[in-house]
């Protein structure tokens, strides 16, 4: 037994590595449409199945994020190219975002000191990344992940521009939590999904705690011999067992 667990290893390596480079390929071919997911199924009649590439999920904080390469003349190119004529007028960005890179936060609302800096100033150079975080209240983008690709552009061209056409996606509303109320009814901050009473619930409610008021009045009334006898418990209806 112990001398068929290498090469069984090896042989697994070997299928996992191959299968690898195949799908590699059609990646670095731009293909994505004819790469697949590749896995081991033991319940079928065949044991390696593959299955198609699903698209980023908005709400997924790793495949959401998009990611582009941006084409930069960081000699001529300051952050207010990319705030300004970049993000706002290209890309339709609003006020309430922000830009950071590996050595911290370049530009929010409130900090905007650094719009006259060029990128060689901010530390910004080729082959390193710029992230922005769109902070809108309704209906944000995703993060959107830059790799800055340096370039010696003409003086008569943007210092910045994008290598493909971009398309961010939108992050998905959040959904209020809910839970059941053990009657297969939805509660939402409230009764039956609702935050506050209507008229009609409050008079049944409070029509019901009268009709338990009268019950439990009655309920301490006893008949014997036609005479109405008043039963007092001094002990609010709790069983007493005597030590002895």
Known sequence: MAGNIIPAIAT????????????????????????????????????????????????????????????????????????EDFLKLELGYGGEFSVSSEAGILYDPELDDNLP???????VKGDSFITVVDEEDENPRVNLVLAISEQSLPEDSKPIYLAEKLDIARKPKPTPPTETNGHAVVVTNGVNGKRKRGATEADLEDDLVRKRGKVAEQSSVATQNGDIIVLDDSTNGAILIDDD
Do not use: H, Y
């Open 117 to 123: 800096k060029k990128f060689g100033e901010l530390g």
């Open 12 to 83: 697994t390596n070997a299928m996992t590595a191959g299968l690898c480079v195949l799908q590699a390929f059609k990646v670095m071919r731009d293909d994505l449409e004819k790469a697949k997911m590749v896995f081991l199924v033991r319940s079928t009649e065949r044991i390696i199945s593959v299955e198609s590439l699903r698209p980023p999920k908005p709400e997924c904080p790793a495949c959401s994020v998009t990611q582009s390469a941006l084409i930069v003349d960081t000699a001529r190119a300051t952050l207010n190219d990319l705030v």
